[in-house]
């Protein structure tokens, strides 16, 4: 039922709900029944009921259509194309290449950040390796974790120790 009423709920049957609750104040339905079944508020009725009588059918209509975009579609496509091309970026990058190339700057970081997830990059891409990745301690710390799996290997073997095994493997990679 509330996948029913999740569909009725939709933005897009608006003009429908005002004018069925319309529709069906003429038919004399009453109002509380109205509301149950359309999910709506004796005042959603109310109004829709008054604007009707006043403006006609035309006034059920919806007025928004929404806000312009900044960027055409084709410069979204070839944004997403040239993103979908590069390795890593930052949004901050891509704010620049933006404002340089189509002279758009977004009001939010939100709008850069859609744009890098949909051509398949997020700010957790930005750097292509680990600035701070000492490989010379990673190595140290898959050393230090083959010693202690075989000073325990008794255990493992036996079962007892499966958990410290599990992770192991995934701390250390495949154990070789």
């Not at 997403?80 to 700057?105: K, N, T």
């Not at 890098?116 to 710390?141: F, I, M």
């Amino acid at each position: 039922m509330s996948s029913l009423d999740d569909s009725i709920d939709l933005s897009a049957n608006l003009e429908v709900k005002r004018a069925l609750a319309v529709k069906m104040i003429l038919f004399d339905f009453k109002t509380d029944d109205i509301c149950a079944l359309l999910n709506v508020s004796d005042s959603f009725v109310s109004k829709w009921k008054i604007r009707f009588e006043n403006e006609g059918a035309s006034a059920l209509k919806l007025n928004y259509k929404g806000g312009k975009g900044l960027l055409t579609a084709d410069q979204h496509d070839e944004i997403i194309f040239y993103l979908r091309m590069q390795p890593h970026y930052s949004v901050e990058e891509l704010r620049d290449y933006i404002e340089y190339h189509y002279g758009v700057v977004f009001h939010s970081k939100q709008s850069y950040s859609d744009l890098l997830k949909e051509g398949r990059l997020s700010w957790h891409q930005t750097q292509a390796a680990n600035p701070n990745r000492d490989e010379a301690q990673v190595l140290q710390k898959r050393e230090e974790i083959k010693e202690h799996l075989a000073e325990r290997q008794a255990d493992i073997v036996s079962g007892e120790s499966l958990f410290l095994l599990k992770m192991s493997v995934i701390l250390c990679g495949e154990i070789r």
